[in-house]
């Protein structure tokens, strides 16, 4: 058995000025997004966040993709510094699929134009 879980739900954010979108669309797909989701809202270092609000165009066997990677996060880093990134969660057994892997090479095309960072993150990180 795979111990990726597909429960989804509504998450209502405790700190409503920390949501970047609409936050009554705000839905997870599993309980590590549940899970990122109450960190993004509780920690003091995060100033801001979003839910499948950024769009990134890609593409996959010649056709051309919308993809709508899991988080925007702006933070406080280590340094002090405000940074900026997107945040993706997928089971580690997703990582060598070839459709995810040109949707992460877009997204680091894109997160280089605008100085962001990109994270995927598996169950060997959120838990």
């Not at 933070?75 to 459709?99: A, T």
């Not at 997204?107 to 598996?122: E, G, I, M, P, S």
Request: hydrophobic letters at 30%; a positive charge.
């Amino acid at each position: 058995m795979k111990s990726y879980q597909t429960i989804k739900g509504k998450f209502k954010p405790k700190n409503l000025k920390k949501y970047l979108g609409d936050s009554r669309k705000i839905i997870y797909r599993s309980l590590w997004e549940r899970k990122f989701m109450l960190y993004c809202d509780k920690t003091p270092e995060v100033l801001g966040w979003s839910s499948e609000e950024v769009r990134i165009k890609y593409e996959f066997e010649g056709q051309p993709k919308n993809y709508y990677p899991d988080f925007y996060v702006k933070f406080i880093n280590e340094s002090d510094e405000i940074e900026e990134c997107i945040v993706e969660i997928k089971p580690y057994y997703q990582m060598s699929w070839g459709k995810n892997k040109a949707k992460w090479k877009f997204a680091r095309d894109y997160c280089q134009d605008k100085n962001y960072t990109f994270k995927v993150l598996t169950e060997r990180e959120i838990l």
